[in-house]
């Protein structure tokens, strides 16, 4: 199981990079994947958390730059380094971007197929939407989370709604459905029990499998 000391240090590491206050000069290797299903490796340039889901600036292997918009591409991903503090060791952490459609767009007057960040795969996904908001200078960035099942709608998920809907989302997991809402178990730690609920679906396919 993921350990999620990691992911809170993965989450700070990203917020230091998704500065808002500046364009980023931050590179990373990773690829994109485009519509047609082509994976292109390259370097990934970072800019603002809302300018991310929109375009892609990318340096492919023989340094020429490109830029991709939202709807050219299927996904992109890219390494990043952290410091895991139990092994004492930096380990690479993929994060993942997947095209979604959503009501909001990113920026104003942008397009509504984005590319929002996934922080959390399996049956059931969570996404970060970051939406500029530039008439608000103590906040010019918000975040919205929307989760997913088995691939259907998105679905916005907040601190009024996250126990009835993760309920829900885990009903084939009662030990991890009871402690929703309970301490270590709130809407602050909503990746965390996606995380632990995609790994028991996985382990319990396996089990199945194994029987059969």
Excluded: C
């Excluded at 892609?56 to 490109?66: A, H, L, Y």
Aim: glycine residues 4%; positive net charge.
């Amino acid at each position: 199981m993921r350990n999620f000391t990691n992911t809170l240090v993965l989450i700070f590491a990203l917020t230091i990079t998704f500065s808002a206050s500046a364009t980023s000069n931050k590179i990373y290797e990773g690829y994109v994947v485009t519509k047609a299903g082509e994976k292109i490796e390259g370097k990934i340039r970072m800019m603002s958390p809302a300018l991310n889901e929109v375009k892609v600036k990318f340096i492919g292997t023989d340094n020429k730059k490109r830029t991709f918009k939202s709807k050219e591409l299927k996904s992109y991903s890219f390494e990043i380094s952290v410091w895991n503090a139990t092994t004492k060791t930096h380990e690479t952490e993929m994060i993942n971007y997947v095209n979604q459609t959503v009501e909001r767009s990113s920026i104003a007057f942008g397009p509504k197929e984005v590319l929002l960040q996934r922080e959390a795969a399996g049956t059931v996904n969570l996404y970060n939407h970051y939406i500029e908001q530039n008439s608000n200078v103590n906040a010019p960035i918000a975040r919205e989370q929307f989760v997913q099942k088995d691939n259907a709608e998105l679905i916005l998920i907040n601190k009024k709604n996250y126990k009835k809907v993760l309920k829900l989302m885990t009903a084939e997991y009662p030990e991890l459905q009871a402690k929703i809402g309970t301490r270590g178990y709130g809407v602050k730690h909503i990746a965390k029990i996606l995380k632990v609920y995609n790994n028991w679906m996985i382990e319990n396919s396996e089990e199945t499998v194994a029987i059969n």
